[in-house]
């Protein structure tokens, strides 16, 4: 990645809350951790040494329990947040350098927010509601207006402008606060938990949507959620965070698939499994071979037209494709009728796995068609 597609980098940022903030970071420093620091000096570690980039366009999703200082990061990229230490540094520029003039602007047309809780004026209507910010910056009415109305017709609320908050469902308010958002032509969009207060089925709207948008805009967007299933459809990376402590950026690959520790694996076990996503939805089928079937000859006609063949011998099976036995043969295997969640560990050691229905062998299940079977699940990203 070369340095211009960096939209942000966070360089070694730690954020203490608290009076004693120098004792605090010495502890830091010493090797304490966040409930140390809180009993030796009594501030509160909110990020401790962050340090990684978001690329220009990207979807970025910040994750982690209450309390392992998503809001606490996001807010350090407008600055409503100085970092104890470190750089935010956004488009080659350190934020912390900027005087309040630089700032201001900075604030009004570099990077905007979306609310958990929409944050709409209720005396305002939908219009005024999404123009609100340009008014303030000074622009003409009627470029507002303009602009105004560009935004809700790509939000979908073209004709609602005149009605009042009181007067939409969540989504329709949260869709004009996406709009308000967009109209000021920032690059970047702050959504902390934005879609978390919406109920599922109003909160799947709004994710494609915002695929949509994005797929059109190509805003840099950094995306606060506690829900797995969300940062996979909207992510192309991810971020989780522990106690102020970065644990793993990586792709919804990357983070099913290669956690980088026992933390983040409890994370990818809550992949919500209500949507009933099972083994054999992702299965591939092929040929499945005796030992004793599986001649040289035999092999090589599947293999021309088959990319696995399974040769199985009593309980263990191998998986084989055009340059040998896969890694990790003989493989683990796992029933088809197993909920899909139930493959990551699996995965997590081997490449592929061995596909079962009752004890006999069907097909192969790799971590790439696994993914695949779950971005399905987000048609937008499959
Ligand atoms: N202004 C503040 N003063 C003192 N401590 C704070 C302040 N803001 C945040 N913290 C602490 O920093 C830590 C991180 O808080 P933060 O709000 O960033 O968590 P979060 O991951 O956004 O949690 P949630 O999912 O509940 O929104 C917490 O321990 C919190 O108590
Ligand atoms: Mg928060």
Redesign the pocket.
Known sequence: MSTADIKIRVDKVSKV??NRVDDAMRALSDGAD?AEVLKKTGC???LRDIDFSINQGETFVIM??????????IRHFNRLIEPTAGQIVVDGRDIMRMNSRELLEFRRTGVSMVFQRFGLLPHQNVLDNTICGLLLQGIDRRVAVDRGMEQLELVGLKGFEEKYPRQLSGGMQQRVGLARALSTRADILLM??AFSALDPLIKSDMQEQLLDIQARLKKTIIF?T?DLDEALHLGDRIAI?KD?ELRQVGTGEEILFKPADDYVERFVRKVDLSRALFVHEAVKNVPVLSSAEATAERMAGLLDRNAYVVVASGPSATVVTKDGPREGSPAARIEASAPIGQCFPLLAGSETLVVETGGIPVGVLTREMAFRALARLAPAAA
């Open positions: 809350f608290g966040k509160v570690v909110g982690g329990l209450s309390g392992s200082g998503k809001s606490t990061l902390d938990e606060i506690h965070l102020g």
